[in-house]
């Protein structure tokens, strides 16, 4: 069983597909921590509505292409994401697996850990709330330590989705 991280993010109708997609996640893998949720604005698209950010932390007997492929990109078609040339259109649900274990994977279509992670905030501060004493694999970074974590004012926390995100989780 592999540890890992997946970053959740919706900014049509949040309200309902990021619950719906948690539990869509859930059965395929064992959900173990939800990290508190927030509000951000998009990035570079200020036309857009704002966005529901957090991170979900899970175990899977699953490698990380069955995951991301199998299990991640179907649950973002069933929820009516649909993948165009513009990378940061808006979306339904949009996951992605951030860290996977120890892994350093650099794929077509499978960079792990996700080279985001230093430069977002709404990636990092959930992160490091769901594991504190997280050393980025292949780099060392210790996630703590770094600047990235102090860039909060961006970002609202949501107390209400968070908790019933945790309710459906049962944690």
Same mark, same amino acid.
């Given at each position: 069983m592999t540890e890992t991280f997946i970053s959740v993010g919706s900014n049509i109708a949040p309200e309902t597909h990021v619950p719906a997609a948690l539990r869509a996640l859930m +059965?395929?893998?064992?959900?173990?921590?939800? *990290?508190?949720?927030? +509000?951000?604005?998009?990035?570079? +698209? !200020?036309?857009?509505? *704002?966005?529901?950010n957090g991170i979900w932390s899970a175990v899977t007997d699953r490698d990380a292409r *069955? &995951?991301?492929?199998? /299990? &991640?990109?179907?649950?973002?078609?069933?929820?009516? +994401? =649909?993948?165009?040339?513009?990378?940061?259109?808006?979306?339904?649900? $949009?996951? $992605?697996? /951030? =860290?996977?274990? $120890?892994? /350093? &994977?650099?794929?077509?279509?499978?960079?792990i850990p996700d080279p985001d992670i230093?430069?977002?905030?709404?990636?990092?501060?959930?992160l490091l709330e769901l594991? !504190?004493?997280?050393? &980025? !694999?292949? *780099?060392?970074v210790v996630l703590a330590q770094h600047p990235v974590c102090m860039q909060t004012g961006a970002m609202t926390a949501l107390p209400e989705l968070t908790k019933q995100l945790k309710e459906i989780a049962n944690l």
């Open positions: +059965r395929h893998v064992t959900v173990c921590g939800i *990290s508190t949720m927030y +509000r951000t604005e998009p990035l570079g +698209r !200020p036309e857009q509505a *704002s966005f529901v *069955s &995951l991301k492929y199998d /299990v &991640l990109r179907s649950i973002e078609t069933a929820l009516g +994401r =649909v993948r165009t040339a513009d990378a940061y259109a808006a979306r339904t649900i $949009d996951l $992605d697996i /951030v =860290v996977f274990g $120890d892994a /350093v &994977l650099d794929e077509d279509g499978l960079v230093l430069e977002r905030p709404f990636l990092a501060i959930p594991k !504190p004493d997280l050393r &980025l !694999p292949g *780099s060392g």
